[in-house]
């Protein structure tokens, strides 16, 4: 480090420098309030930021031959090449990395966190040659956000302060010159002024993504390893797990956020707990809670006392009351000492299974959480909500956690923000609980926006100071800019104009169209003006808005009708290639997706979605044209698992089954909670020719071991074979993706469809015989109510039989029970667990309350019964399989004379006197006990039910059918059985 009794340095910046040494840790640069001002004026600060340049290097600033960052950044290269006042490279290096992280933490102060900057940014960072012309200076501001433009990926154009964020990206990024050979530290700033960049553009960009993620791998191997304190891998992790998050990687943040706790030993768990929700509720039922509790003294942060008060409480934003007429604030728990002794709460996680630090906690009074174990909590609801923000389940599961960190409070004034936060885009799906949601939202929107807009350089001379919805608190009562941004990496932080724009989404979703208007206008996001449009039917409003945007205008200005009809402006706005694509949408003109394309130099990838989108609306859809266009969007940006999901589904239906199997197994990488492209990757699989990789370096393993010749010692043998390829493994393949998709819809009756066929279509012996018992149980579970039995797979129940009552050994299998004295009456009962005992669990409770009109599902029954040794069951379902067949072709045999139907009555009815009565009839029922001296019989009778069964048929076939052949089959029939009573 630097000398810091060096004249370069001020007395407030001495301890900043005397440090100890950046290389051990990953994020040591922690600035306080007076300290960020004082670097961005040292000399060095000076130099770097031009304010020593000669007049016509910034010229070519000002004519916009070059953007004031890659000015700022050829200008960092200098002085490290050539370094100034005598500094060694490495005091100069150390300089850069303060400057610029002092800058990265002004811009966040000044556009997410507040409190208002002391100083007025301009006036610090661009030269005086510059900024003596607010035109220039402004036209400065505009072309540096002009080029933050990534992919066609545009910044807010409005971006306040920007030239703080101009000069970290040209030192800390551009410059690429503290990096290689330098502290950690710096690759860990370099990160996060990229993951910044990121989160200010419109949608996520590959370019960036791609190294944001090459530096996290790097500090994964430095900061993951067993030198690290359990502290650093905790906050890193939890720095991890938010960048996954904002990328859509869920399942991954889930990962690194479990371990990140375990690394803290935070202790955390969601759990149910008796108590009351409203105010008339008379009986406490189980209500979801978090349980936890820091391994630290939470009123310590990092070694540092908490920011308090006058009053001693830990400052923090105010957080609205519900006031409901019929919620409670809070959950009112039921005390230990309250609950009725056979009271057992209904728990997510069992109550045995709570750790006893956590089965202790009063959840109405638990203790105040680290700053850090906080973040981790609201980072898992904001994993979990990712997933699905609109199910309610979800909702009811994300809640806790900021009920947690809320009436926990909380030691630092952001992350109590982004619970409070939190709560209001949970809270705005609920009748009783939206107008908190929106005003709370409101609160907060005025809280960013008053500590942040008094010194903003992109407003006007005359602003007025910005009325709140709540008083603003006295600065006693807020926190400093440095307790604000400790903990701000390791939360999902928005900025000043997003979250204004998700105020206006969510009036928009409450109807409040006008009030969302103003707000999006205010900001000049003009394509969310338009789409306000275009969503209330006012389309020619939304077409204007945009052309406004694009085009020149035609007519007088005066006219109300102005039209915007004229050639492009020039230059088009750094958002155009959106603008361009939304009015595609609105006037359904693929041209100009293309123009979208142009203009962004190819790098759009919406463009060639919405042109992909398109051709599959044509009238017959232009699949090829569609998988091109969605195979350039990938080239482009090759994270975007929807666009990978329609690809496979056009590959689908262009029959492409190789490529389908690619693109669909991209999706399930990239987003493994969906679905359907599990569902769709089976469907693919089944059709493809296209050996797995997996199991083509399985096979090349085994070829290895076969062809390796024995051991001197060894005997010699005959060659070993060479193992069978298995003719069903991509069969195997697809039932594993279809287990997958079952298991994230479990409801969906089409999967569970899908999984029976292709279980069942594996011949035996092979045959996967639970995933079919599974698979139909589930399709009866969930189609049985409507369908009845045409929910059952008759020709796989079949199978099922038929492996049942002929392909088992059941020795080991059976229970037997005797009633006769040959044994010839022993009941055959299958051990549950079994493949057996499975097969007829489903018969018994799932199939067999379903059959009303089936004859062949009786049928089957009957012949389960008869291998169970119950022939008064099997003749049961021998009459019911009869009943069933007469009558549902008695219509077409007797009345129509459809001899088909007739030929079918003659079939059911010699089978039921053959196959039934003539069978079962003189046995022994099997529910009798042994101590019955004379047994009883399962239909003594039988020859005259036989008869009669004949006598009717006859009766009402003689008519159409007494010189037929069915007839005549009949009149044997009854001979046979007329030997007797």
Known sequence: MADPSSPNYPESLNALFSEPSLNDQYDLITLEDSQT?????????????????????????????????????????????????????????????????AALFAFLQSNVTGPPLQFKSADVIVPEALRSNPATVRAICDKVIRDLSVDGEAAYKLTPNVELFAVAKAILVDADVLVENGPLVARTTRMRVNFLHQKMLSEVTSTLQDVIYKDLDVMSELLLGEKTSGQDKGKFLLERATIHIHHGFDAKARTDLERAAAERKFEFALTGRLGKRTKFQQRDISQLVILAKSAADAS?????????????????????????????????????????????????????????????????????????????????????TNTRPEDGLTREETAPYATRVLDGGSSNWQIYTQGLLLRSRIEGYRTRTVERSVLQMQALVDQVLADTATQDTQTTETQQEPSTFLPRPEKDESASAADRLRYIWLLSFSTRWDLESELANRWVNLGGLRTA?????????????????????????????????????????????????????????????????????????????????????????????????????????????????????????????????ALGCVQLELQRWDEAVESFTRTVQLEDN????????????????????????????????????????????????????????????????????????????????????????????????????????????????????????????????????????????????????????????????????SILSLIESSIVPLIT??????????????????????????????????????????????????????????????????????LDREDQGEEVEEK???????????????????????????????????????????GGR
Not at 300 to 327: F, I, Y
Not at 871 to 900: N, Y
């Open 300 to 384: 310590k942060t990092d070694g540092a006392e908490a920011s308090v008060g006058t009053n001693g409480d830990a400052l923090a934003p105010k957080k609205l009351d519900l006031n409901d007429d019929t919620l409670l604030e809070s959950i009112s728990f039921t005390k230990p000492e309250d609950q009725e002794p056979q009271a057992k709460p209904v728990t997510v996680q069992e109550e045995s299974t709570l750790p006893p630090a956590l089965a202790s906690l009063d959840p109405g009074d638990q203790p105040m959480l680290d700053p850090v174990d906080s973040a981790i909590l609201l980072s898992f609801a904001a994993a979990i």
């Open 517 to 645: 208007l103003d707000i999006y206008e205010r900001l000049q996001m003009w394509a969310e003006v338009a789409l306000c449009y275009a969503a209330t039917e006012k389309e020619d409003k939304a077409r204007v808005t945009v052309r406004r945007q694009l085009y020149a205008p035609t007519g007088s200005p005066d006219d109300e009708n102005e039209r915007f009809e004229g050639p492009e402006l020039s230059p088009l706005p750094a958002d155009a290639p959106r603008l361009f694509c939304i009015l595609g949408d609105i006037q359904s003109d693929p041209t100009l997706y293309d123009r979208a394309w142009e203009v962004s130099n190819k790098r759009y990838a919406r463009a060639q979605r919405s042109l992909a989108r398109h051709f599959l609306t044509l009238k017959p859809p232009a699949l090829e044209k569609a998988a091109e266009a969605y195979q350039k969007s990938l080239h482009i940006n090759r994270l975007n698992n929807s666009a990978w999901f």
């Open 37 to 101: 001002a004082p670097l961005l004026e040292l000399p060095l600060a000076k130099e770097v930021f031009g304010h020593n340049s000669d007049e016509g290097s910034l010229e070519r600033v000002s004519r916009g031959e070059i953007s004031y960052t890659q000015f700022v950044s050829e200008k960092t290269k200098a002085v490290v090449s050539a370094p100034i006042d005598g500094l060694s490279a490495e005091q100069q290096k150390s300089q850069l990395l303060h400057i610029g992280s």
């Open 936 to 978: 009883e019989l399962v239909a003594k009778d039988w020859r005259f039910k036989a008869r009669s069964a004949v006598r009717g048929v006859m009766g009402k076939g003689k008519e159409f059918w007494g010189d037929s052949e069915g007839w005549a089959r009949l009149k044997e029939l009854q001979e046979e059985v007329s």
């Open 674 to 837: 969906d679905a359907e492209a599990w569902s769709n990757l089976a469907a693919a699989m089944l059709r493809t020719s296209k050996p797995s990789e997996v199991d083509d370096i399985a096979e090349d393993q085994q070829e290895q071991q076969v062809s390796e010749p024995p051991a001197d010692d060894e005997e010699e043998s005959e060659p070993a074979k060479k193992p069978a390829r298995d003719p069903y493994k991509r069969k195997r393949e697809a039932i594993n993706a279809l287990h997958r998709a079952a298991q994230l819809k479990n409801t969906d009756a089409r999967i569970w469809d899908n999984l029976l066929t292709v279980s069942a279509s594996i011949p035996p012996p092979l045959t996967p015989w639970r995933d079919v018992i599974t698979a139909q149980r589930k399709v009866i579970e969930l189609l049985g109510p409507k369908q009845g039995e045409k929910a059952v797979d008759l020709p796989i129940l079949g199978m099922l039989v038929d492996h049942l009552v002929t392909d088992y050994n059941y020795d080991d299998l059976l229970i037997t029970t005797s009633h006769a004295e040959d044994g010839e009456g022993t009941t055959k009962i299958v051990r549950s667990g079994t493949i057996p005992g």
């Open 853 to 922: 009109h089936s004859a062949p599902l009786w049928l089957l029954v009957a012949t389960v019964e008869r291998f169970r040794n119950r022939p008064s069951k099997a003749l049961e379902a021998h009459e019911k399989a009869w009943r069933a067949t007469v009558a549902s072709a008695s219509q077409g045999a007797f009345q129509m004379g459809d001899e088909k139907r007739w030929m079918e009555i003659v079939s059911s009815t010699e089978r039921l006197v053959r196959r039934g009565y003539a069978k079962y009839g003189m």
